[in-house]
């Protein structure tokens, strides 16, 4: 049997610390582990709890003890990572304006723009939003021969033509270049739509090319002020919900793509999210503090997230998981003076340490994952007393 010397009174300094998958568990675990082992080791050492081998099981009888009996059994595990976050949408884009004028009208702050559709108002004209990678950058119109005015723009234009129903198919091909005939009967069906001269001819200053739809975010415009051409006039984001949360560097390795999480908004209320990008540069917050890296979720179910923008949540994130493993509460753990750990089992009124070797975390129940010689489910172990 095991002396009560065999056990530390404090959890060693080079203890191992669980790893899952290769992944780093943070430092936070290594510290709660090791906090844990402490009252644990110090309770039972003080108390005699263990006994030798045939002699009665004291921490199960004495009612002075300290400590109680638990079953060891195994049940699925995850280790998650807890973080603050800010709930807004993706990205940030600034819509420069091009046309000549006076501002006539705006968006309001939160409104969503499509194809199609009006972003604002110059010299009581609408500039239209038009889906395209390539910003406007020249008017376009009609040449002496189809092949005079072509580009990624034109093809911009001709795609949204047919896609809006104001041109088919046979009339301006899929993947299409050519300012062709085509191609100015359907920009004039367009301008009548909009109540404006039917020429042909798209001015630069009448369309914003964007690649999506997007959400009003800020409006930096006056109505009634000169709109000077180059200047931006409002500031933009996609439709999309997103979450980022501002990661401390040193906990990198603790999260990948793909990772599950569980976002806790403003109202308590949770919803599932999936990271879907990690930052590889850090930067240091303009307030001081540690470098940190963006990390960005996509919540799973973004109409749950409501419609707040820029609000505080809460993220839980699933780094690793197992199944069907035996578990204990980590306060279970004692710290062998050799290095290592051990539990300690309860068979027919005896005690015994059983080493073991330790894998996954779950700071959320204080569980940890454990193998070890001859240990099964149904087994008895010592745990400190609630």
Same mark, same amino acid.
């Given at each position: 049997m095991t002396d009560q010397t065999d056990v530390a009174t404090a959890a060693p300094t080079d203890a191992p610390v669980a790893r899952s998958a290769g992944r780093h568990r943070g430092r936070r675990v290594l510290i709660a582990v090791g906090l844990a082992v402490v009252v644990a080791v110090a309770v039972l050492a003080a108390t005699g709890t263990f006994a030798a081998v045939g002699k009665p099981n004291s921490a199960a009888t004495d009612n002075n003890s300290p400590s109680s009996l638990t079953t060891l059994h195994r049940q699925d595990l995850s280790a998650q990572t807890d973080v603050s976050a800010t709930l807004s949408y993706a990205g940030n884009t600034s819509i420069v304006n091009q046309a000549q004028g006076t501002i006539t009208a705006l968006p309001s702050i939160g409104q969503v723009i499509g194809q199609d559709q009006v972003l604002y108002e110059v010299n009581g004209e609408p500039v239209v939003l038009i889906y395209g990678s390539t910003p406007a950058y020249r008017t376009l119109s009609e040449g002496a021969y189809a092949s005079d005015v072509t580009g990624p723009d034109v093809a911009e234009l001709n795609a949204d033509l047919v896609t809006l129903g104001y041109a088919t198919t046979s009339e301006i091909p899929a993947n299409s270049d050519e300012f062709t005939w085509e191609t100015k009967d359907a920009l004039e069906k367009l301008q009548a739509h909009f109540g404006v001269a039917q020429t042909g001819t798209l001015t630069l200053g009448q369309a914003v090319f964007l690649p999506a739809a997007v959400r009003?975010?800020? &409006?930096?415009? #006056?109505?009634?002020?000169?709109? %000077? %051409?180059?200047?931006? &006039?409002?500031?933009? =984001?996609?439709d999309s919900r997103q979450v980022t949360i501002a990661l401390d560097a040193s906990q990198e390795s603790e999260v990948a793509v793909g990772d599950k999480v569980t976002i806790t908004l403003p109202n308590n209320e949770a919803t599932p999210g999936v990271v879907t990008s990690v930052g590889n540069v850090a930067s240091t917050p303009s307030?001081?503090?540690? %470098? =940190?890296? #963006? &990390?960005? &979720? @996509?919540?799973?179910? %973004?109409?749950?997230?409501? @419609?707040?923008d820029q609000a505080p949540v809460e993220v839980a994130i699933t780094t690793g998981s197992v199944t069907n493993t035996l578990v204990v509460p980590v306060d279970a753990l004692l710290a062998l003076s050799s290095g290592g750990y051990a539990v300690e089992v309860? =068979?027919?009124g005896v005690h015994h340490l059983v080493p073991v070797s330790l894998g996954l975390f779950d700071d959320a129940d204080g569980l940890v994952q454990i193998t070890g010689s001859g240990l099964s489910a149904g087994q008895r172990i010592v745990v400190p007393a609630p």
């Open positions: 009003i975010a800020a &409006v930096s415009a #006056t109505l009634g002020a000169a709109a %000077p %051409p180059g200047q931006a &006039v409002l500031t933009a =984001t996609s307030g001081g503090g540690n %470098p =940190t890296i #963006t &990390v960005e &979720v @996509t919540p799973s179910d %973004p109409a749950a997230t409501g @419609t707040l309860v =068979t027919a």
